[in-house]
C-alpha cells in the first residue's frame, strides 16, 4: 500500500513539476536584458506574476514530491517524478491545438517502459530514515566540486555549452535537494517539531535557493531543448545514487537484475531526450525565442505550456 501511496504522488509531482518548468523557463527567457548567474535575476522573475503562479506550482510539486517520499524509497521515487514530459507534452500539444508526432508516442513509451522495467524488476527497499552527518559528507563535497567547476566554467562558455553546464549544476543540485528532502521527512516522522533542531531542513532551504537560481539561469540562457533533458535525467540517477549510498537503499539483489535495471533507466533517459527534442518542443523554442525578440510584448505567450 506504502509503495503504491508513494508511486501515485510522485506521479502528481511530476504532471505539477512537467507544466510549471514549462512556464518558468518561458519567462526566464523573455529578460532580454537578464543574463544568468546574476542575482538580479531572481528578483526580475519575481515581478512577473506569471512566473510566481508557476513557481507556486513548482513548489505546491516539491509538497507533493515530499509526500511521495514519506512513503518509499528515494530510488524509486525520483525516477518515477522525472516523467514529468509525459504529462507536459500532451497540455502543450492540446493548448497550442497540435498533434502528437510519432516521436511524442515513442518517446512517451520509453519513458514509461524504461521506468516501468526499472521498478518492477526490484522495487528499491527502505533503508536508513535519516542518515547521520558524516554520510552527507561525500554528497556535499561532491556537489561544491560540481557547482565550482560548471559555473565559472558556464561563464567562459559559449550560449549551448553554457546551458548544458548550468543545467547540470542544476541537476546535481536538485538531487541533494531530493534527498534532503527525503531525510527532513524522516526527522519530521519521527521527531515531529523538533526536526527544527537539527540541521538538515536549513540545509534544505540553502540547497533549494541555490537549485532555483541554477536552474532559472539554464532556462535564460539557452533553449529549453538542451537544459530540460539534462535535468530530467541527471537529477533522478544522482537521486537513485545518493539513495543507494546515504540511505541504504537496496536496488537489484543480482547483478544480472542490477544490469536489467541499467537498461532500463538507460531506455528512459533516451525517451527523455526524445520528448525534449520532439517538433513540439522544437516549436515551442522557437516561439518562445521569437516572442523574447518583441520587447512590447508579453514573453510568456497564452500557449506557452
Excluded at 114 to 132: H, Y
Excluded at 249 to 260: F, K, N, Q, Y
Amino acid at each position: 500500500m506504502d509503495i503504491t501511496v508513494s508511486v501515485l504522488f510522485a506521479l502528481l509531482a511530476a504532471a505539477m513539476f512537467g507544466v510549471s518548468s514549462v512556464l518558468q523557463q518561458a519567462a526566464a527567457r523573455g529578460l532580454g536584458g537578464a543574463q544568468p548567474l546574476r542575482l538580479g535575476l531572481l528578483w526580475q522573475l519575481l515581478r512577473r506574476p506569471r512566473w510566481v503562479a508557476a513557481f507556486g506550482l513548482t513548489a505546491l510539486s516539491f509538497g507533493v514530491q515530499a509526500v511521495a517520499l514519506a512513503f518509499g524509497p528515494l530510488a524509486l521515487v525520483q525516477p518515477v517524478a522525472a516523467t514529468d514530459l509525459l504529462f507536459a507534452i500532451p497540455l502543450i500539444a492540446y493548448r497550442r491545438r497540435q498533434r502528437l508526432r510519432p516521436a511524442d508516442v515513442i518517446g512517451g513509451l520509453l519513458v514509461a517502459g524504461g521506468v516501468a522495467l526499472f521498478l518492477v524488476l526490484a522495487p528499491p527497499s527502505s533503508g536508513r530514515v535519516a542518515p547521520g552527518t558524516t554520510d552527507w559528507l561525500p554528497v556535499f563535497l561532491g556537489l561544491g566540486a560540481v557547482v565550482l567547476v560548471a559555473t565559472p566554467a558556464a561563464l567562459r562558455a559559449r550560449p549551448p555549452v553554457r546551458t548544458a553546464l548550468l543545467a547540470g549544476a542544476a541537476a546535481a543540485t536538485f538531487a541533494v535537494v531530493d534527498a534532503l528532502t527525503k531525510s527532513v521527512v524522516g526527522l519530521v516522522g519521527n521527531d515531529g517539531a523538533s526536526a527544527l533542531l537539527h540541521w538538515e531542513p536549513y540545509v534544505l532551504c540553502v540547497v533549494a535557493i541555490g537549485g532555483l537560481f541554477l536552474g532559472q539561469s539554464a532556462f535564460q540562457s539557452g533553449a529549453i531543448l538542451i537544459s530540460l533533458p539534462i535535468i530530467d535525467s541527471v537529477e533522478p540517477i544522482g537521486a537513485v545514487l545518493i539513495g543507494a549510498t546515504v540511505f541504504a537503499e537496496r536496488l537489484a539483489a543480482s547483478p544480472a537484475v542490477l544490469a536489467a535495471q541499467v537498461l532500463g533507466g538507460s531506455v528512459a533517459v533516451a525517451g527523455i531526450v526524445l520528448l525534449d527534442r520532439s517538433p513540439l518542443m522544437v516549436s515551442l523554442r522557437n516561439d518562445q525565442e521569437a516572442s523574447a525578440n518583441k520587447t512590447s510584448q508579453d514573453p510568456i505567450a497564452p500557449d506557452s505550456g
